[in-house]
């Protein structure tokens, strides 16, 4: 009996992008754009958040309150189907800080980037699911400190997870990169690890990633229509 294949999916802010949610870098050029009219180095880095508290904390406010009006695509939910219906194991990895990836039914979804319905208190280090406004200061429901920050890794900051990422990289047979630009590391770098350790890698991408050429294989178009081809291919 052979043991089905062990599929790792990374997925970044194209999967998410036909359901509404901005991608943060525009163009074929790989430069980063505005972001919803901020420079990220205004609103996502831990001194942004030192020198102005409530621009970041209304940034995030305003995109926390924007997801939960986005609904899953057939790119998620055709992931949610792999997750379900394939044989072997499926680990899903993202960047995203949306929560489409399990409104479509996957589980154990790795947020690397950390989650927008997330709060954590810089006080007793809580993390509690939240969905509504933090600039009004709340306090933590853990300890009562008016220290609750979005749960959303800063540029500066550690990704989440790494051990777990790194061993499901180590035990993958195939690794999907799916609507990210190859931009971030070390998310950018997993193609190379996984090809390394040995699995074969596809990426399914409206346009080439900064590292296509590490891939295998590319198919190229919206996230909607190539991974749920792809998944309909898999699962026959
Ligand atoms: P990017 O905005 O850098 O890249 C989005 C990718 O999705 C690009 O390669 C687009 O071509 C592709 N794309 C756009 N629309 C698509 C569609 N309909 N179908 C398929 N692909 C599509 O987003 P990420 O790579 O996710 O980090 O960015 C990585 C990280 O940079 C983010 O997680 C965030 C950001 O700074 C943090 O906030 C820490």
């Given at each position: ?5 062990h599929?790792?999916?990374l997925?970044g802010?194209?999967v ?7 991608t ?9 754009s ?10 996502a880095?831990?001194?942004?958040f ?24 057939p790119a ?38 950390g989650?927008h ?5 810089a ?33 500066g ?23 990210t ?11 190379r690890?996984?090809?390394?350790l ?8 409206l ?7 590490w891939f ?6 919206p ?5 749920a ?8």
């Open positions: 009996m052979t043991i089905p294949p599929i790792v999916v997925t802010a194209g998410s992008a036909e359901s509404g949610i901005d943060f870098r525009a163009g074929t050029n790989g430069q980063p505005l972001w919803e009219q901020h420079r990220i180095e205004d609103v880095t831990p001194e942004a030192a020198r102005d508290p409530d621009l970041v904390l209304r940034f995030y406010d305003m995109r926390r309150a924007a997801i939960q009006t986005k609904a899953p695509n998620h939910l055709a992931l949610a189907r792999l997750d379900a219906a394939w044989p072997g194991h499926v680990t899903i990895v993202t960047q995203n800080v949306d929560d489409l990836h399990e409104r479509a039914g996957a589980h154990g979804v790795i947020h690397m980037h989650e319905l997330s709060a954590w208190c006080t007793c280090d809580t993390r509690t699911r939240w969905t509504g406004p933090l600039a009004d200061r709340p306090p933590c429901p853990a300890c009562a400190a008016p220290t609750l920050r979005p749960d959303i890794v800063w540029f900051e550690i990704p989440y997870r790494m051990d777990d990422i790194q061993a499901a990289l180590a035990g993958a047979d195939l690794f999907v990169s799916i609507g630009s190859g931009a971030v590391y070390p998310a950018a770098g997993f193609v690890l996984a090809r390394e040995g699995a074969q890698t596809l990426e399914l991408n346009e080439r990633s900064q590292g296509s050429a295998d294989e590319t198919r190229l178009g996230a909607s229509e190539v991974v081809a792809w998944v309909d291919g898999l699962l026959g």
